[in-house]
Structure formats: C-alpha cells, structure tokens
C-alpha cells in the first residue's frame, strides 16, 4: 500500500483546551465497531453514561444541542478524562487527519474545518510538496476500478499542482489555465477519449499564458455580467441547497457579506456613493498582501482533497470548478468582513471564514453531493461563467 500526504502533514498537534472552537459539535460522530465493542466492557461510574449517552442502533454519539453529549463545558472530551485516550473512536482519534482510499493508495489530508489545521495550512509561506511512502498492508481491491483513468487523473492533478503553484504567473491566468484543461479533459473522458489525454495536455503546456492563450479565453467568457453578480448569484443557489451543521451559518453569512453585497438579504440602503466591488476588491488585496499566496494554499489543497475522487463518478471538470469556487468565495467572505470590521482584517478572521466555511461543506455528504450536482449541471457554473469570476 502507497500512502501520500502533504509535507506539513505531521506539523499538527491538538490543542485542545485552548482551540477557539471544538470539533465534538456541530456533526454526528460515528463509532466504529471496535470502539463500540471497548465500550460495552467499560467497568465503573462511567459504564452508565456510556450506556445513555451512546445511541447503539445508529452508532453513534448522542447530541444535545448539537454537542456531543461527552463534550464538557470545557469543550474537553469526557471519554478522554475519564477513561483515557485509547477509548476514543477512529473518528476522534484521527480528527482531522482526512482519509481518500484509492485501490492500492491512501492519501492523508488535514481537514481545513480544525482551526488548528486552517492555521497551519494558511500560515504556510513555502510550496506545499508531498510525501510518498510503501507501507505493509493487506492488498485491498475495489470492484470496477479504472486503474487507467485513475493514472491520468494523478497525471493531471501533477500538472494542475504545477499550474497553480507557478508564482511567476498571476493567478488569475493560473486559474483560467486550470479551468480551460479541466474543461478539456472532461470532454475527451465524456467522449470516451481517454487516449487524448497527453495530447490535451501537451497543448496546454506548450499554449503557456500568452497572448494567444488569454485571447482565446477572452473569447469564451461571459462578458455580458459582472464577476459580483455572478458571485452573489453563485450564493444565492448554494445557500438554500445546504444542510446547515452549526446554528447561526445563514446569520454568519448575511453579517459578513452584507457590507460587500446583498446576496442572502435585502439591498443596501445607504444613500451614500458606495466605493464599487472592484475597489473593495483592489483595497482588500492591498491590506492584506497574505491572500497571495493563502489563495494558492487553498487551491492546492482541494485540488489535492478531491480531484482524484473523480474516478469514482467521472466528475473531472466539477471537482476542480468546486476547487476555484470554494476559494473564490471564501474570498468574498474574507472581503465582507474587512468591510464589516472597519477595514481590518488579519490571520485569525481568515481561519476562522476557512474553518466555518470547511465545517459546514465537507462535513457533510449531503452538502458535498448537493453543490458538485449544481457545478456539473447548473448553467450559472458553466466555463463562460467560471471564467469571468476569476
């Protein structure tokens, strides 16, 4: 078995007391049948709660106001104090180191949803490189498994980590080169031309970021809208789709964009001019020159999370739109709350917008699965639209 995993990977640590927020809330937890079993042999005052406390049917924690009902006033975990580390679940053992299983690979991740996680993801300066390795392991097969698809996905997340990691190209031209192959790459799989693939990509790299290459984008963007309508337009569908996991997300959301645009609530009534998008957008940059490069970071890591996955259901071309709308609209948060704050804004709103923002996505099946259907089959996401945001 070859493991992956990014090269801050082993930088994480809990800290536990002292986290600005908690994992154990928010989600359900669920056991696995080891922990289960460890469970039921508890001796002692804490068998009883154990017992109450467990919803065996569903395995998993009970909640009680969305917490874990072992999570503490502390925000400290129960199970841990009173019974020791070794009694708790994979799920909590492992949060949030992330797992993607590929047949005959297994890529670890750090989830961005920990606060501890986004800092060490965000704060990072250098390039984000990763680790491969040979571990002994039992051979795993998975059933009707395109081991060739699943080569030239890797392939071509190789060639999309160069893209985006290139620092000499601005990123905006490193955006739409991304979307411009994903776009390609999906057609020649849709057409079953999975033999093109070096050929498409050879085009890309030769076309570099030049004149001719730009030109031809400019040919196929949505000229007719703006990149802030489009965008309000783009939370506007995502919102109502989403389960929500955490009381006061859609309250979030309205207080931290309202000040940028009214894409969840009323309009603005201000009869003062307002400064327009684009000079918010150029002001932000200047105040907070990190977005340079934590864009990048953020890229890299969906792009790495879930570009892969795409051997599963095929959806090239949505995983890396999800890949730039993500980060685009952590973006417009990040902007919102500058506004909302007087016009400040540092490393800690910017975990926090990452981490609320992960939690709420990728803790959730249902939410992951809602917003790559809109990507894939939402006209307001096509090629022309994704384009013109960037």
């Not at 009173?82 to 299983?101: A, F, N, Q, S, W």
Request: net charge negative; glycine share 4%; charged share 30%.
């Amino acid at each position: 078995m070859q493991i992956t995993r990014p090269d801050y990977y082993k930088e994480f640590s809990c800290i536990a007391g002292v986290c600005p927020d908690t994992c154990c809330a928010g989600w359900q937890i669920v056991i696995d049948e080891k922990s289960l079993k460890k469970y039921k042999h508890v001796k002692g005052a804490f068998r009883n709660r154990l017992h109450n406390d467990i919803n065996w049917k569903e395995q998993v924690f009970r909640q009680y106001n969305k917490r874990c009902a072992f999570l503490n006033d502390e925000n400290l975990c129960d199970i841990y104090s009173e019974v020791g580390k070794r009694m708790l679940c994979d799920t909590c053992r492992k949060y949030p180191r992330h797992i993607e299983e590929f047949e005959g690979l297994r890529e670890y991740s750090l989830s961005l949803s920990c606060p501890e996680a986004a800092r060490i993801i965000l704060q990072r300066k250098e390039k984000t490189g990763f680790q491969s390795a040979e571990v002994p392991s039992e051979e795993e097969t998975y059933d009707d498994f395109d081991y060739l698809l699943f080569t030239a996905l890797e392939d071509t997340r190789d060639y999309f980590l160069e893209i985006i990691q290139n620092r000499q190209i601005p990123m905006r031209l490193r955006i739409w080169k991304l979307l411009a192959a994903a776009s390609d790459f999906q057609l020649c799989l849709d057409k079953n031309e999975l033999f093109k693939w070096e050929e498409i990509r050879g085009r890309h790299q030769a076309s570099g970021f030049g004149e001719a290459f730009t030109s031809k984008v400019q040919t196929h963007m949505n000229k007719n809208d703006a990149p802030e309508e489009l965008l309000k337009q783009m939370w506007q569908v995502i919102v109502p789709k989403m389960e929500v996991l955490r009381p006061g997300w859609h309250e979030f959301l309205d207080e931290n964009l309202r000040s940028l645009y009214s894409c969840v609530s009323g309009t603005d009534t201000s009869e003062k001019p307002q400064p327009s998008y684009s000079e918010h957008q150029t002001d932000f940059n200047k105040a907070y020159p990190d977005w340079n490069i934590q864009e990048e970071q953020l890229l890299v890591y969906w792009i790495y999370t879930y570009f892969c996955g795409a051997v599963y259901d095929g959806e090239i071309f949505s995983k890396v739109k999800m890949a730039v709308v993500c980060t685009l609209l952590i973006h417009e948060l990040d902007m919102g709350t500058y506004l909302k704050n007087g016009r400040i804004f540092c490393l800690e709103d910017q975990i926090s917008i990452c981490y609320r923002f992960s939690r709420e996505l990728e803790h959730s099946d249902l939410n992951l699965n809602a917003l790559e259907d809109l990507l894939a089959q939402d006209k307001l996401f096509s090629l022309e639209n994704m384009l013109r945001i960037c």
